[in-house]
């Protein structure tokens, strides 16, 4: 079962929050600002929110990727 | 010039004890006939052909820079790489020590570089790698003797070049070496990909230790059986440690692993004091109650089970008369310092946490409060990082209020040790903060 | 009549993408600055940012084709976006066409930009530092005289002015403390 996760580059994060913001189901963020991601697949219906995340990340530091299938 | 040294016995020239890598070293330096007398010649290694590779794997020999690492399946996930991409590889040595307490790599290099150059020689070979590159700290004292022995060889196929690297905790990571080496800033990058997928000039590298090229020296003369013979199933063969802290003799020693950690200390001339922990495995490794410790196994496995860690090989022991609480803070102060400052959770966190811990030294604030927010802290440090610094940290830190629990709880509850604030471990200060002080 | 019809409308429209184009590059500043507000979070200053270079496009592009299509001023469609040609003060409308010019690179970029990279994205959109004020001396160059000397006209350049360089000074000023970490300062536990 092939899914979704998220991953971010934590060199390229600069603790700006929006994804925390468009994705608050998945996405939490540490008391200095860094995201905190589920560790679970992105459900199906939150697919089209999770990128919008990435796309609205200023640094591009979020990224959905394929997990190899289980 | 003729120097007079025993030659090893006619029939079997394979190091029969303990000592291997340090066999021998009899002067200093130890110059290229001398070593090919005693240990023979390095067999030619076929190039890019399996056989070594095959060789080191049989021989369980794992990583000695501290992640323990299966060299035979490194070497495998090179030489695979480098197919797919259809590239020569490359060779990286670390002789960098970047572990504060640990002297093992320097002493090497200088009584035994030979044999870490016909390792790193033996493994470009059969990788089919068309580039040797050793990476050193700058201003080592050891380079002198690097460049001494790498010039003798001049029959070598691929001359090393040497690399100096700025002398940071974080800049010998496998992934700041090959950023050093291709960009000039010692800092580690975000992976995926690894180095051994995409490394030096993007091609698959090998880094390796250079305590663990020099085994691999042994073994390509003297077998995998060979090597097996000494050591544990996990842990197989010798290993150099540093041994230090309250014993009458600190220094390396050559021990085989598996030797109970109480037995390391008594070849170090015993304990010259009582102690209450001994520290294994460097900053980078964990504490061990005295009690505890002494019957654990210097063995990866073993090691783990008792909550600590081989890392870089080393045993420091803590004399009772210093307080676990503030070495620890101190220890933290330094990795915090010593972060590369790339990463969120590594660059806040771990300052943090070190300040709660002097917080708790110092007796400032609500005490037990700052314990529950250094705990929570501590949980958001693993894995959220570019490289395993926060990781380290936090193994460290969860380390020491397990051993030093009580200590802890007594600083909490207002009533610190009598020797708090008082500093036993020769901790050096951290580097250069800004972002010039990785170049 | 419809000849003075496309002309106010090019004035009127090319005013009016000045007033979104500040309205952009103030919240671009602010965004940078990581501004946010309970009712202003920073998705939203960066969506309105976006949404107002987008609306800031719609209302140029009716200026610049009511500017082109109007014979009185003899400007060409090639005098759009190659600067400093045309036979109407060549100079002061040639500005415009830079401003264009450097708009639709930031455009363009913006619009790719999960394919090129932030470090090449970021390299372009700082032009739109240099094309708001290359903007606003292209309306005040190409402003009738009528216009040059109307109270009202001279408000709304200066308040633009103003409000861009509010939104600037506070951009240079607001420092999070990444920014700072990152270099080596000090870091407050």
Redesign the interface.
């Known amino acids: 079962m092939t899914g979704r996760r998220l991953r971010v580059?934590?060199?390229?994060?600069?603790?700006h929050g929006i994804c925390a913001e468009l994705l608050p189901e998945l996405i939490d963020l540490?008391?200095?600002?860094?995201p905190?991601l589920s560790t679970h697949a992105v459900p199906r219906r939150l697919t089209a929110e999770a990128e919008r995340a990435v796309a609205g990340c200023p640094t591009l530091a979020l990224h959905l990727e394929r997990t190899a299938a289980r | 010039m003729t120097r007079p040294y025993p030659s090893p016995a006619d029939t079997d020239p394979a190091p029969a004890g303990v000592a291997r890598l340090l066999s021998a070293s009899l002067e200093r330096p130890a110059d290229l006939a001398a070593h090919l007398a005693w240990f023979g010649p390095l067999p030619s290694v076929e190039q890019g052909s399996p056989t070594l590779t095959e060789v080191v794997d049989r021989s369980g020999l794992r990583g000695r820079g501290g992640a323990g690492f299966p060299t035979g399946r490194k070497l495998a996930a090179v030489a695979a790489a480098a197919d797919s991409a259809g590239c020569r590889p490359v060779v990286v040595a670390n002789g960098c020590e970047g572990e504060p307490v640990s002297s093992k790599d320097h002493l090497l290099l200088e009584v035994a570089p030979h044999l870490v150059l016909d390792g790193a020689a033996a493994v470009a070979t059969a990788l089919g790698a068309d580039e040797v590159v050793f990476c050193m700290h700058r201003g080592d004292p050891t380079i002198p003797w690097l460049r001494a022995a790498t010039a003798e060889r001049t029959a070598e196929r691929i001359t090393p070049r040497l690399v100096e690297v700025p002398p940071r905790y974080v800049a010998s990571e496998e992934s700041a070496l090959v950023n050093f080496i291709d960009n000039g800033v010692g800092r580690p990058?975000?992976k995926p990909p690894r180095p051994y997928e995409r490394g030096v000039h993007g091609r698959p590298t090998l880094i390796a230790n250079v305590e663990t090229l020099a085994h691999l020296a042994l073994i390509a003369r003297f077998g995998a059986e060979w090597f097996r013979a000494m050591g544990t199933a996990d842990s197989p063969g010798t290993a150099l440690v540093t041994v230090g802290g309250a014993v009458h003799y600190p220094g390396v020693l050559e021990v085989e692993l598996g030797a109970p950690l109480g037995a390391l200390l008594d070849l170090a001339g015993g304990l010259a004091e009582p102690a209450q922990a001994l520290l294994v495995g460097g900053i980078g490794g964990g504490w061990l109650p005295i009690d505890r410790a002494v019957g654990v196994r210097l063995d990866h496995a073993d090691l783990r089970a008792a909550g600590a860690s081989l890392g870089v090989a080393s045993v420091l022991a803590m004399p009772a008369t210093a307080c676990g609480v503030t070495e620890t803070a101190r220890i933290a102060s330094y990795l915090a310092g010593e972060s590369a400052?790339?990463?969120?959770?590594?660059?806040?966190?771990l300052?943090?946490v070190?300040?709660?811990l002097w917080a708790l030294i110092y007796a400032v604030g609500d005490l037990p409060g700052v314990m529950q927010r250094l705990n929570r802290?501590l949980g958001?440090l693993p894995g959220?990082?570019?490289c395993g610094h926060p990781d380290g940290f936090t193994r460290f830190v969860r380390g020491a209020l397990d051993t030093f629990g009580d200590d802890f709880r007594d600083h909490c509850h207002g009533r610190p040790c009598r020797w708090a604030g008082q500093s036993w471990l020769p901790v050096p200060t951290a580097g250069?903060?800004?972002?010039a002080?990785w170049r | 009549m419809i000849g003075h019809a496309l002309w106010y409308s090019s004035r009127a429209t090319g005013l009016v993408s000045l007033l979104l184009l500040t309205g952009t590059v103030v919240l671009g500043a602010l965004n940078t600055g990581r501004f946010s507000s309970r009712g202003w979070p920073r998705f939203a200053v960066a969506a309105i940012h976006r949404n107002l270079s987008l609306i800031s496009v719609a209302f140029l592009a009716v200026h610049v084709t009511t500017a082109v299509i109007d014979p009185y001023a003899g400007i060409g469609w090639l005098d759009v976006i190659v600067p400093f040609g045309s036979v109407y003060r060549p100079f002061w409308l040639g500005l415009g066409a830079v401003a264009g010019d450097l708009f639709i690179a930031v455009l363009a970029t913006s619009l790719v930009r999960l394919r090129i990279g932030v470090r090449a994205w970021r390299v372009v959109h700082w032009a739109g530092y240099a094309c708001w004020p290359i903007a606003v001396l292209h309306g005040l160059g190409t402003a009738a005289t009528t216009d040059r000397h109307s109270g009202w006209f001279l408000a709304l350049d200066l308040s633009c002015v103003a409000a861009v360089t509010v939104a600037t000074g506070w951009r240079v000023i607001a420092v999070h403390?990444?920014t700072q970490?990152?270099?080596?300062?000090?870091?407050a536990?």
Do not use: H, S
């Open positions: 580059d934590p060199i390229a994060c600069a603790a540490d008391e200095w600002g860094y905190l | 990058t975000t400052r790339q990463c969120g959770p590594c660059m806040f966190g300052p943090a070190a300040a709660d802290r958001l959220r990082g570019a250069d903060p800004t972002p002080g | 403390p990444d970490a990152r270099k080596g300062k000090q870091v536990p």
